[in-house]
């Protein structure tokens, strides 16, 4: 495909297309990662963590095929999608004076990465087909998605900050994302499935759904546990 010709644009905005439809979920995780932040730190977090981001996941997009086709590692990145989910409900700490104290950026950032590292798993491969195997208009592409990705984050962000309930419905979605990257792992798959739907008549998707709700249930059990036993610290103290 040569650079600048028709395809090459055609190709490069459906690169741009596919990320912005796969990155909705990302950008939720940036805006509640930079909520801890102070508000001058904010802004530099969200264009920081998604640059990074969005490198990383060229990286992961030219190895995607063989890097999905590794047992246990679908398994392993919804443990810790599990893990990010439950520290965004975790209430901020707070010092001698009663005050919360504010996350460090690159918390921040690290949380950031971890959750886009995960969940751009089964986003990359669409990625890599729309690029169909050209370096240069799958980096493009990506790239020119960074500013996009920034916008939805900081928007998204401010509403976050009108309405906190939405802390719980992102990170419950972490939660169901989670369940549905642990049901397709190949070592699971596999291994499992067939047996499953000859045993209890449960197709493939159902079961995704199943482990997603799973997967937002323990994650919103966990984190309301946890935010109750830090308000009875906090009232004991």
């Not at 965004?88 to 707070?94: A, C, K, Q, T």
């Not at 309930?165 to 369940?179: D, M, Q, R, S, T």
Request: aromatic share 6%; charged share 10%; proline share 3%.
């Amino acid at each position: 495909m040569e650079f600048g010709s028709t395809a090459f644009f055609l190709a490069l905005l459906q690169i741009v297309w596919v990320n912005i439809l796969l990155s909705g979920d990302n950008a939720v995780v940036i805006a509640l990662a930079a909520r801890s932040l102070p508000e001058h730190q904010q802004k530099k977090a969200i264009v920081i963590g998604s640059a990074a981001a969005i490198v990383m996941r060229i990286v992961l997009t030219l190895v995607a095929a063989q890097l999905l086709q590794l047992p246990w590692l679908k398994l392993i990145g919804s443990i810790l999608l599990l893990y990010v989910g439950i520290t965004l409900l975790v209430p901020e700490n707070e010092d001698d004076g009663g005050h919360a104290v504010k996350g460090t950026m690159l918390a921040a950032i690290r949380t950031i990465l971890i959750a886009d590292l995960v969940m751009s798993l089964d986003n990359v491969i669409a990625v890599a087909a729309a690029a169909m195997g050209n370096t240069t208009l799958l980096v493009l592409g990506l790239a020119v998605s960074i500013p996009l990705v920034i916008f939805g984050s900081t928007l998204l962000l401010k509403v976050i900050e009108r309405f906190p309930l939405i802390v719980w419905a992102g990170a419950a979605l972490l939660g169901f994302i989670a369940g549905e990257l642990f049901v397709n792992d190949p070592a699971l798959y596999h291994t499992y499935t067939d047996s499953i739907e000859a045993t209890i008549g449960v197709s493939h998707h159902g079961a995704e759904i199943a482990c997603g709700i799973i997967g937002a249930v323990i994650v919103l059990a966990i984190g309301k546990y946890m935010k109750s036993r830090h308000e009875k610290g906090a009232v004991t103290a």
